[in-house]
């Protein structure tokens, strides 16, 4: 085992010296570039790239060496953005250079390659996300407020219930309103899609803690999982099954109803009316059916944990921020009262409500550090060259904890978007970066806001929200504190849920 570990590094530092001295060859007479902390032989920056709290550990480097810095990772170009003026300047004006992704091995070997945001810029990208953006589209999405509903009332009928279940009832609603959507399904409590789901989350916060051994030596997922030591390697075929399961068995639950003539009720159904006019077919291929499967897998994957990971930060806000919270219930009482639930047509008159979902996502992102862009070629920028095929990472929270974009960034403050009364045009919409940026920006961002409206208004027009009690019956803040993820959820987000009035008569 020994002998196996010490040949696996030499192949690595051998790869890093290999990529090192191309990358010099590559580099003499050009421009430099970008700044970044000092590197050392062979490695590079590999010791001090943060691996807690990332986004924190750029920020703390941009103030040092600019908004635009650049490190190396056994013979990888890393080029890190920290400010929204270069963001838009590189991957909105310049979007093509800057729409691929990078090439992860381990994402192959852990079965997310069907996801096409990870997925390279080209063809097969465009297939599926040109169906997908079809069924997502702002003139679409109305076509899902019945589903949004029956998530909105599933939440409150289980938070009047059992409040202390809030992150099942969570998970369960918004499972309900994309599986429904996309698929038609149905789901029950305790349904086995909400367990593969999670198992398959899981798999994510693996990765990150074992994905450089898995992208510098993917060899290592050809070796046989029965040998010793190769636990890792068996925990990689176990999330394969579950990510796999992601993707195919909502999809075989379709095609299973619809051979019966039912399942015409969701985006799957569209999707796949969508390809049969592209193609001017009626029975479509296996390939074909590929892309409706991929975009509508994608769909899931992506809706259900970023919206939960969302939603965890509106509650702790209002546990912490009681004066925010009444506020916008006044204004909903005003605006709709007590015998109804808010709708989408009451929102144009809710500029507080609206003001606090944009907060939500400005004060703490759920993709802190977006998804890794690659460039397609040689990139000149303020005298610093980017070279081809480096990653490039937008830090997406320090864009929105900018104080001179958004003074006093750590408070919870929805008035930053408000001026006499109605949301100011003049204040950078967080959705503008922490949904993407450029030819790479969420398609289904759209379907995302409806959503968190549906469930946030509703949530305060109904509920009141407070900090947890200790034994005593003693409050106790909670601290936010966003864990290590490429989706980042609170790792505390614990507080009482009580209703408002008595709601039985109006859920």
């Known amino acids: 085992m020994e002998t196996l570990l010490g040949l696996l590094v030499f192949l690595l530092l051998l790869s890093a010296v290999l990529r090192l001295c191309k990358a010099i060859v590559a580099g003499n007479g050009r421009l430099p570039l970008p700044p970044g902390p000092p590197t050392f032989p062979f490695v590079g920056n590999l010791f001090v790239i943060p691996r807690t709290a990332p986004w924190a550990g750029y920020r703390d480097m941009s103030k040092k060496y600019g908004n635009l810095i650049c490190l190396h990772a056994l013979g990888r170009t890393v080029v890190v953005i ?98 429904g959507s996309v698929y038609g399904m149905e ?64 999809w075989d639950h379709w095609k299973e109803v619809s051979r019966t003539g039912d399942g015409q009720d969701c985006i799957v159904h569209s999707m796949m009316e969508l390809l049969s006019h592209s193609y001017d077919e009626v029975n479509l291929t296996s390939a074909q059916e590929d892309v409706a499967r991929d975009a509508a897998g994608t769909a899931y ?101 900018d104080d001179k974009v958004y003074p006093d960034p750590e408070r919870f403050s929805p008035e930053r978007f408000l001026k006499e009364g109605a949301l100011d045009p003049e204040v950078m919409d967080p959705a503008s970066i922490v949904f993407g940026i450029g030819r790479r920006i969420c398609p289904g961002r759209y379907f995302a ?16 929200i407070s900090p947890r009690l200790d034994d005593d019956g003693r409050p106790v803040a909670t601290r936010p504190h966003a864990a290590t993820g490429i989706i980042s959820r609170f790792e505390d987000w614990h507080c009482t849920v009580k209703p408002r009035s008595s709601l039985e008569t109006e859920i």
């Open 449 to 464: 806001d409806t959503t968190m409206f549906a469930l946030i208004a509703s949530v305060l027009h109904s509920f009141e």
């Open 82 to 179: 920290g400010d929204v003026q270069t963001a838009m300047d590189l991957l909105e004006k310049r979007s093509v250079n800057y729409a691929d992704r990078p090439e992860l091995k381990v994402v192959q070997l852990t079965g997310w390659d069907w996801n096409f945001v990870f997925a390279g810029y080209g063809q097969w990208w465009r297939e599926r996300r040109r169906v997908f953006w079809q069924c997502f589209r702002p003139d679409a999405i109305g076509n899902y407020r019945e589903r949004q509903g029956n998530g909105v009332r599933r939440l409150l009928s289980g938070l009047l219930a059992s409040p202390e279940k809030l992150s099942e009832h969570l998970r369960y609603s918004l499972t309900a309103i994309v599986l």
């Open 187 to 250: 789901v029950v409590e305790e349904d086995p899609h909400i367990a593969t789901f999670e198992k398959g989350f899981e798999s994510v916060e693996f990765l990150i803690s074992n994905s450089s051994l898995l992208e510098y030596l993917p060899a290592i997922g050809r070796v046989p999982t029965w040998l010793p030591g190769a636990g890792l390697l068996r925990r990689v075929a176990e999330i394969r099954q579950a990510v796999l399961s992601i993707r195919n068995t909502p």
């Open 301 to 401: 994957a992506a809706a259900v944990d970023t919206q939960f990971a969302t939603l965890q930060r509106f509650f702790v806000a209002m546990s912490l921020y009681p004066d925010v919270q009444m506020r916008a219930q006044a204004e909903l009482i005003r605006v709709v009262g007590h015998d109804r639930m808010p709708e989408e047509e009451d929102r144009d008159r809710l500029p507080y409500v609206n003001a606090l979902i944009k907060e939500t996502l400005r004060w703490y992102p759920a993709l802190p550090m977006g998804v890794a862009r690659r460039a397609l070629a040689d990139d000149e920028y303020n005298g610093y060259r980017i070279p081809k095929g480096a990653t490039v990472m937008v830090n997406a929270w320090a864009i929105m904890h």
